[in-house]
């Protein structure tokens, strides 16, 4: 009686907490660049999701490719490299990001893989069939 309980209940867990992994919110936190050299921390305004650079393996890094001149001599640690992301059910899709080494901005969409421990970045022009991919891990 007690097994058949137990086996029960982990039938309940199993599913909601593959659900919750899965969420919108499944893409909250630190994740370590692909190259290993810079961390960036995802967080939620409303209902969109953005990126920003909290640790970089070379400090005082400036973003001297940014398009604007004005933001040439601004670290790169805090600078906000994924937009207005929205969570279209087993993606994040409608934003963009911001790439410091060549200071160009793409289209793109975020997957979470492999149990909420890999994030697929694909970042395109035009369409994702064009694009290229990083992959991040959690830090």
């Keep these: 009686m007690k097994i058949?309980?137990?086996l029960f209940l982990s039938i309940l867990v199993l599913?909601?907490?593959?659900?919750?992994?899965?969420g919108p919110d499944a893409i909250l936190g630190e994740w370590i660049s692909q190259e290993k050299d810079g961390k960036i921390n995802i967080y939620k305004q409303g209902d969109k999701f953005y990126g920003k650079i909290i640790w970089v393996k070379t400090p005082g890094k400036k973003d001297t490719n940014n398009p604007d001149p004005k933001l040439r001599s601004r670290d790169i640690v805090n600078s906000v490299i994924l937009q207005d992301?929205?969570?279209k059910g087993s993606s994040w899709e409608e934003g963009k990001i911001y790439d410091p080494k060549s200071g160009k901005i793409y289209d793109c969409i975020l997957k979470v893989k492999d149990n909420n421990k890999v994030l697929d970045i694909r970042g395109y022009i035009g369409a994702p069939m064009f694009g290229k991919t990083s992959?991040?891990?959690?830090?």
């Design 4 to 6: 058949t309980f137990l």
């Design 15 to 22: 599913p909601t907490s593959s659900f919750a992994n899965s």
């Design 85 to 87: 992301f929205k969570f």
């Design 135 to 139: 992959t991040w891990t959690r830090s």
